[in-house]
T-cell receptor, first 114, second 113 residues
Framework: AQSVTQLDSQVPVFEEAPVELRCNYS??????LFWYVQYPNQGLQLLLK??????LVKGINGFEAEFNKSQTSFHLRKPSVHISDTAEYFC????????????FGKGTLLTVNP | NAGVTQTPKFQVLKTGQSMTLQCAQD?????MSWYRQDPGMGLRLIHY???????DQGEVPNGYNVSRSTTEDFPLRLLSAAPSQTSVYFC????????????FGPGTRLTVL
């Protein structure tokens, strides 16, 4: 079985500050990892994904994430946030092979204050 | 491409009423799924389908039915609505298993009184 833990339910930061949103996963097989963003009253949009290869993955809007197999983590980072980054962020895992199912964490609400 | 579309955007039901949430995709995706989103719970899988005529239960299937008669459409039926089904419902689709992303619809906000 696969599972995802997002360690912080809310993260408030000031504009232009760096931010890290933490995600840990568990799976008995190889995994694909995703970060999705949900802006208020909207659907989910893919930020970035890790499939294989380089452990540092760059996504849209200046976000990046690092896959750490030994720590089973996939933390999301941005060096300088903007007000427009205020949203809920979801980490998700899918086991490798023929599996379709995507398992989500409970989400982290990032609030960027002026 | 319209991507994944959902109707209606908002719905209010009374306890015991039934309704169908519509979902369609025009990307010829094999896999479609329904999630519900509740505060502090993330997204939980209700039902999914790996192709026309094939459906299976997810994490929270009770009170919901699905069918997949075509590749494009994947409706979700609430048989007898309950207040516990008040939620935001998202439909998603993906092309194949593996690392392909899931594309999400805009959601349906359902309130059951």
């Amino acid at each position: 079985a696969q599972s995802v833990t997002q360690l912080d339910s809310q993260v408030p930061v000031f504009e232009e500050a760096p931010v890290e949103l933490r995600c840990n996963y568990s799976s008995s097989v190889s995994v694909y990892l995703f970060w999705y963003v949900q802006y208020p009253n909207q659907g989910l949009q893919l930020l970035l994904k890790y499939l294989s290869g380089s452990t540092l993955v760059k996504g849209i809007n200046g976000f990046e994430a690092e896959f750490n197999k030994s720590q089973t983590s996939f933390h999301l980072r941005k060096p300088s946030v903007h007000i427009s980054d205020t949203a809920e962020y979801f980490c998700a895992v899918k086991s490798g092979g023929s599996n379709y199912k995507l398992t989500f964490g409970k989400g982290t609400l990032l609030t960027v204050n002026p | 491409n319209a991507g994944v579309t959902q109707t209606p955007k908002f719905q209010v039901l009374k306890t015991g009423q039934s309704m169908t949430l519509q979902c369609a995709q025009d990307m010829n995706h094999e896999y479609m799924s329904w999630y519900r989103q509740d505060p502090g719970m993330g997204l939980r899988l209700i039902h999914y389908s790996v192709g026309a005529g094939i459906t299976d239960q997810g994490e929270v299937p009770n009170g919901y039915n699905v069918s997949r008669s075509t590749t494009e459409d994947f409706p979700l039926r609430l048989l007898s609505a309950a207040p516990s089904q008040t939620s935001v419902y998202f439909c998603a689709s993906t092309q194949t298993p593996g690392g392909n992303e899931q594309f999400f619809g805009p959601g349906t906000r359902l309130t059951v009184l």
